[in-house]
């Protein structure tokens, strides 16, 4: 199995920063790409950042210049580094990660249990 482990969340004020950190485990040949969504009370889930392996990262247009998404390959691990916070961008934030595993051809999508970043003054 793979385990997605997600980080860093928690409640800043407006105009403040947050570091997500996504680190994934188990029985991993390799990672293709690796992202971040979020979902917001009553929305349904929507991408922030993904990030291929070795390829250019795609943001929403709500967060770019702000958000920047990066990856430690040696580590299985993404990050998502969110600057001038705004309220709106209060939800709970997934990481993803498109996962070649040691006992399947077949590459599998996995998602981390979520964190709750929370934008209030």
């Known amino acids: 199995q793979v385990h997605l482990v997600e980080s860093g969340g928690g409640l800043v004020q407006p105009g403040g920063s947050l570091k997500l950190s996504c680190a994934a485990s188990g029985s991993i040949f390799s990672i293709n790409t690796m992202g971040w969504y979020r979902q917001a009370p009553g929305k349904q889930r929507e991408l922030v950042a993904v990030m291929p392996s070795g390829a250019t990262p795609t943001y929403a247009d709500s967060v770019k210049g702000r958000f920047t998404i990066s990856r430690d390959n040696a580590k299985n691990t993404v990050y998502l580094q969110m600057n001038s916070l705004k309220p709106e961008d209060t939800a709970v934030y997934y990481c993803?990660?498109?996962?070649?595993?040691?006992?399947?051809?077949?590459?599998?999508?996995?998602w981390g249990q979520g964190t709750q970043a929370t934008v209030s003054s």
């Open positions: 993803n990660a498109l996962v070649q595993t040691t006992f399947s051809n077949i590459p599998r999508t996995y």
